[in-house]
């Protein structure tokens, strides 16, 4: 055994050009780093990806306070997470958690976001 730590081979899919050329200079030079070439397998993937957006089809009438709380049970916030950065009480969080379990038929949380993700309210 060499005493050489590995390589980490990182491939950047990122539709900006200019911050995939950015980051490309930045990891090109860092020690124990190297860039995927074309078709080469990575070990790590820098990728882009749409930010959490809601599209409400008409057969679900969110009000923007639940697709406000949707989008952060999409990122696994608490209730209390929720109140605290929408500014509302935890209670209030609760009522609209299931205001939006009720309106998505979901047994809970996470069965929400799928739902959700299913009828094209929410892009994940």
Do not use: C, W, Y
């Amino acid at each position: 055994m060499s005493g050489e730590a590995p390589v980490i081979v990182v491939a950047i899919e990122i539709e900006d050009a200019a911050v995939a050329e950015r980051l490309a200079s930045l990891l090109g030079k860092a020690a124990g780093i190297r860039l995927a070439g074309p078709g080469e397998e990575a070990t790590v993937a820098l990728v882009s990806r749409e930010p959490l957006a809601i599209t409400a089809p008409a057969d679900i009438e969110l009000t923007p306070r639940e697709r406000d709380v949707l989008l952060m049970m999409a990122e696994g916030a608490s209730n209390k997470t929720i109140a605290r950065q929408l500014g509302i009480s935890v209670h209030t969080a609760k009522f609209h958690v299931g205001s939006l379990l009720e309106k998505l038929d979901a047994t809970g949380r996470t069965d929400a976001v799928a739902h959700a993700a299913r009828l094209g309210v929410i892009n994940l």
